[in-house]
Each structure stands twice: as structure tokens, then as C-alpha cells.
């Protein structure tokens, strides 16, 4: 086989042209390299590092398997965040690229100078998997330009959204809505003790619950405000609204409408859905669980004490509290509701102190946990809060609970009562 049979073979193996293939596997034979072993690196090169040029592609082409591609697209979202990444920090820009085919996410790490919006070609972004989908990679490697004539995309451009459409991997959104709760809380974080505050915004769609890294004071209760670059992550089964150093903060000088309904929802969807924010459920309590009624917390950490023993502080001089855990069952599914000491005392019909004095009397704390037990196994009501779901369950903890308005036959017997009255 001459030298013209062998690269035509290898081209055509390759799928490149035969005259380059002859000039590398040539000068690799100039240097005494044997043609076997010639043959196998230019095999190697070919197949091995990917030395083909990326692919140019509509987004919806973009698949899996392809390992880096070019893209002409619309910037939709640009949302800056600072993270860690093997030990390093650094900041990065994440969002969602467009063109008129379909979507993707992306990630930058680097600033490349774009902004939401901007019109983009991307050359040579790597293709990752990011839960379950492809996701560009803006790196090093990438190059990307500016376009002067704008794509166009039949997709929301710029990231102003609704509060109810917000979902946990959204960046770089924008949201304006009032604070209808807030407040400062210390946590735990990566660099010690930092101070956050949390709360909940609503605006026409809903509310969610937000936590501003920065503990911005002017994030008060009462207040309209836009946020602009948020991220979204899931706590406890709720999309969670981010603010990050990145976030800017505007008071609006308008008040923002909030629907503050509650949405009515079956237990089985709560779970489904893996938690549920601010809802509401209608059930009968089946079962009030141990550790209800009079209870002793830790006075430093909160927990529940067990014979006057903290799991993380030992024997500690607990404080009184009361609460409650019950068992609340809609046919659909059950949850582990938890009440506080003012829905507990109003369930007891009696303040903490009616109700000290009460186990007292007995000589047995359970009293009030029994009184409470006879009063409500057995009856329906409508609870109104937050669902979680982790390993040990369904867990609802309740903002308000109360009695629904008798059984379906009491309400018919009041109902023939009342036209009787008129009758007569
Ligand atoms: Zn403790």
C-alpha cells in the first residue's frame, strides 16, 4: 500500500480531507516514525481530543452529546453570584440564553461584558449536564461577541416575573412587590456567625419567602420594593427568593398590591410538590402525638427537653412552653401539624398559666395534653401555613387553625333549622 492508498483510507476513516491527512501522516514519517504508529496519532488526534471545530447550532439542536458548540442567541437573564469553587472564590454569571428555536441555561466564569438582553454569539461553549438538561459553559476557551442585529425570541426578555412563576434555579430575576414580613436572624454560615434577614414579599400572584444575605435594614415590613438580580433556590420544598451582594434594593413610591389568599390544597399535592408555602388544608385530626400540651424547651437552643435533658446541652433549667403535634388527615393524605403556645392555648381554652396550674391540680403534667386530645380528635379543621417534607415526613406548621363550621349534617341541620324559623 504507497503513501496515497494509506492517508485516503485514514481520511475517509476520519472523515477529513485526504491531502491533510497525507501531509501529517508525511512529516511524521520524515521522522522515522513507522507507518503503524504514524496512522494511530493522527487516529488519536482526530477522535481522542476533540481537535474537530465545534458545531454551530440552534438551541433546541443542542444535545448532550455534543461537547462544546456555537450559539447566536438572546441574553434573557444575567444574575451575578458570588460562589466557592475548589476552595477558591469567584464570582460567575448565570441565566438563560435564547434564540427563536428554544432555551438553555448557561454559566459563565468569567465577565464576558453582556448584559440581559444584549444579542450574542458564543463560540466554542462547552456543553454540560445540568439536571437532567444540557447547560452552555462560558470558560476560558470561549469566545463571545456582540451582535448588532437582535435575535429574535418568543421568550420574556430581562427577567421581570411574577411571583407565583418564580421556580429554584431561576437567576438573575427581577421582582417587585411589598415586605410583608421581615427580620434579622444570626446564622451559622461558612465564615462564622453572619447576620441575614428573612421574611416574606407578596405582589398580585402570591408571596414567597426571601432572605437578603446582606441584612439591608431598609428591607422593612410594610414597604414596596423591586429587587433586581435574585436567584431562587428551594428550602424545605418552597422556592426560596436569594439576595445577594449583586441584588440592587429600590423603595418604590407606590404601594404594590398583594393577594393574600391562601391557596386551598390537598395534602397528597403538598407532598407531591415536596412542600408548599403559605396554604391552606381542610382535615380531621386523627391523633394528638406525645409531646403535646405543657413541654420545657432548652434555653439556649430551643429543642424540646426529654426529662429535663437537652439533646445538644445536656441537663439544663428548662423553660415552660406549650405546643402541639397532631395528626391531621384530609383523605388525601396526612400531616404532622404543629402548633404554637397561642393556637395551642386557644385549642386548650386556657392560658399557660390556667394550664400549669391545671397539671398541678393533677400532679400530671398529661392533663392538658388530654383535655386538648378530647376536644379535638375527631373534628375537622382548616389549617393555614407552611407544609415541609423531609426523611421523618409531612409536617405542616400552622399560622392559623380553627374548627370549620361543624360536620356536613350539623351545617344541613342548622340550614332546615333556619328555614323553620321563617317558616313559623
Ligand atoms: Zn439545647
Known sequence: MNIDEEAEELASALGRDAEEIKAELEDLLAYSVPIE????????KYT????????????????????????????????????????DEQVIIEGRLADET?????????????????????????????????E?????????????????????????????????????????????????????GRDGETMIRSGVIGDESGRLPFTDWQARERIAEGRSVRFEDVYIREFRGVPQINLSEFTA?????????????????????????GGAFDIEIVGNVLEIREGSGLIERCPECGRVLQNSECRAHGPVDGED?????????????AVTAILDRSLTSTLYGGSMEEAKSAARDA??????????????????????????VDEYGASAEAKEFSPTEGTADERAAQLIEEVRAWVV
Open 48 to 87: 481522542d481530543t476533540g481537535a474537530a471545530p465545534p458545531e454551530s447550532k440552534n438551541i433546541a439542536a443542542i444535545t448532550m452529546s455534543d461537547s462544546s458548540v456555537n450559539v447566536t442567541a438572546r441574553v434573557l437573564t444575567a444574575g451575578k453570584r458570588r460562589i466557592q469553587y475548589q476552595g
Open 321 to 333: 412552653d406549650m405546643r402541639v403535634k397532631a395528626i391531621v388527615d384530609d383523605g388525601t393524605g
Open 102 to 134: 428554544s432555551d438553555i441555561s448557561y454559566t459563565a466564569w468569567e465577565d464576558f461584558g453582556f448584559t440581559a438582553g444584549d444579542s450574542i454569539t458564543v463560540g466554542n461553549a462547552g456543553v454540560r449536564e445540568w439536571e437532567d438538561n444540557p
Open 37 to 44: 504508529e504514524a496512522k494511530q496519532s493522527i487516529r488519536r
Open 249 to 273: 434594593v429600590e423603595s418604590l413610591d407606590r404601594d404594590v398590591a398583594v393577594n393574600d389568599e391562601p391557596e386551598r390544597m390537598s395534602i397528597d399535592d403538598a407532598i407531591t410538590a
Open 363 to 388: 400532679m400530671d403534667k398529661a392533663v392538658v395534653a388530654d383535655t386538648i386530645r378530647e376536644r379535638v380528635v375527631g373534628r375537622e379543621y382548616c389549617l393555614r401555613g407552611n407544609i415541609s
Open 136 to 188: 452552555l459553559n462560558l470558560n476560558q476557551s470561549s469566545s463571545v461577541m456582540l451582535e448588532d442585529d437582535p435575535v429574535d425570541v418568543p421568550y420574556n426578555i430581562g427577567g421581570e416575573s411574577d411571583i407565583v412563576d418564580l421556580q429554584p434555579g431561576n437567576r438573575g430575576r427581577i421582582i417587585a412587590g411589598r415586605i410583608l414580613e421581615a427580620q434579622n436572624r444570626t446564622i451559622d
